[in-house]
């Protein structure tokens, strides 16, 4: 398939070489396979308030290092890089985001810099110790999500997307580091995300490493899963009128591939506690294929 994708990665973890850019590009990876990419990363975490107001001229600026006063150099700053999947050259390039509340202007931002999908990474922040940066950025995942474009929000993003639209959330005594079978609602037995990757019966597995919670469904969502451990698994964006939208919010990691975890371990980056919770197979891979279908259907 020759469509060329754009995808927007609200990239929070991007101090940690192995699940950040990497995490990233298993994302990507299934989308790769179908199409070419362009990714545009954000990175608010970090992005000065002041430099969200270069976007009021112009809709998509390349991020320079002066943007980003609080740069973790834990990670090398750069502005554009290449990576090679599945034969294909994926261009990642990171751009200036807006830096306010205003839901229409998030929209009108999303819609002028032609968005075909839109994914927000974990973070080692937490939705329950919030931080200034979090309310420009829930307001623009928030208006991504209603936008009817392919939108998916991985652990801090499920509970960020989740806490945009009215969810309590809470934060746990210990952190839940494993993998746990998802108990699936009627609606998610029946998920084209959750369950077209496997046949009918088979259990589906994520593998988990949060602190918070999301405590109640959030407005105008459906559950489709939660956990022995999580009451609220994963979500879905429905309209106003009810029906479902292509918005998702999930707390488990699908993109934690094995050599990722390999690697991470071997960097210090997890401890190993969090490694032996690790071991076994999830579904992640499958997930995030059937999102890149999702994606593709849409364009």
Wanted: proline fraction near 3%.
């Amino acid at each position: 398939m020759s469509t060329s994708l754009r995808v927007l990665m609200i990239d929070l973890l991007v101090e940690r070489a192995e699940f950040g850019h990497g995490g990233n590009q298993e994302v990507i990876k299934p989308m790769a396979a179908l199409s070419d990419v362009e990714v545009l990363l954000v990175t608010p975490q970090m992005q000065s308030f002041n430099s969200g107001k270069k976007v009021l001229q112009e809709s998509e600026i390349n991020l320079v290092e002066a943007d980003v006063p609080h740069w973790d150099y834990e990670y090398e700053f750069w502005s554009e890089t290449n990576v090679t999947m599945n034969g294909r050259n994926v261009h990642f390039k990171r751009i200036i985001m807006p830096m306010h509340q205003d839901e229409e202007g998030m929209r009108n931002w999303i819609n002028e810099i032609k968005l075909d999908a839109v994914v927000c990474s974990g973070s080692r922040r937490n939705v329950s110790i919030w931080e200034e940066w979090m309310g420009p950025t829930e307001t623009m995942f928030r208006a991504a999500a209603k936008s009817g474009i392919p939108t998916l929000g991985i652990c801090f993003g499920h509970q960020l997307l989740c806490h945009s639209l009215g969810s309590q959330i809470e934060r746990a005594e210990s952190l839940s580091s494993g993998i746990w079978d998802l108990e699936l609602t009627e609606e998610g037995e029946n998920d084209i995300l959750l369950t077209t990757h496997v046949e009918s019966n088979e259990k589906i597995s994520g593998l988990f490493s949060h602190q918070d919670h999301v405590m109640t469904i959030p407005e105008n969502c459906t559950l489709l899963s939660k956990t022995s451990h999580n009451m609220v698994t994963a979500v879905r964006v429905n309209d106003e009128t009810g029906n479902p939208m292509p918005a998702w919010g999930i707390q488990f990691h699908p993109e934690a591939a094995r050599k990722r975890i390999e690697r991470a371990y071997g960097w210090g980056h997890i401890s190993e506690e969090e490694y032996k919770s690790f071991r076994g197979e999830h579904d992640g891979a499958g997930i995030l294929s059937s999102f890149a279908k999702i994606v593709l259907e849409k364009v």
